[in-house]
Every structure is written in C-alpha cells, then in structure tokens.
C-alpha cells in the first residue's frame, strides 16, 4: 500500500495532526524536517499555518514548492505521546 494522508489540521505552531490511509493517526511535531532552504519559510509559524493537504498524492504542501512525504511524517513521533510522558513524569515528582 502506498502510504498517504488523508486528513490534516494545524493544531499548534509546527504540530500536525494527519489522519493516514492505513486508518493511524497521528500528532506530530514537524521542526525536525525543516531543514534546508526551501524549508526556511516553514520555520515562521505564520507561513506554516498556510500548508495544505494535497489530496491526489496525499502529502502536505507549501505556496513556495516545499512539501512533506507521507513516509517521513508518519515515521515521527507522536506528540499525544510525549505529552503524555511528560504529565505523568510531573505526576511522579
């Protein structure tokens, strides 16, 4: 299967929630993907906050060219997750 989104929403400066077709969904935190030139306008929440799923290959998208693979965002961690970590280890101090 050819992995792809199905859904995306911004829900923070940087985190994505991206539903995929293999029915997972996922939080992610895309800052470690902006690497490069053509990723430097991405690195502005303003100018983040204009991506857009780009339904017939299932990627997200930017105005300037840039975009991000299904693959490389579905292989980050989720940020529901380490949320998550993060309250219980407040819990435990």
């Known amino acids: 299967m050819i992995l792809r989104i199905t859904h995306a929403r911004h829900l923070a400066p940087f985190v994505l929630e991206l539903k995929f077709n293999d029915g997972a969904t996922k939080r992610v935190d895309v800052r470690s993907l902006l690497h490069g030139p053509m990723f430097a306008p991405l690195r502005k929440p303003s100018y ?6 780009e339904r017939e290959c299932g990627t997200m998208c930017w105005p300037n060219g840039a975009d991000l693979a299904p693959e490389a965002l579905y292989e980050l961690p989720d940020h529901a997750d380490r949320d998550k970590k993060k309250r219980r280890k407040a819990l435990v101090k």
């Open 48 to 53: 983040f906050r204009r991506g857009t799923l």
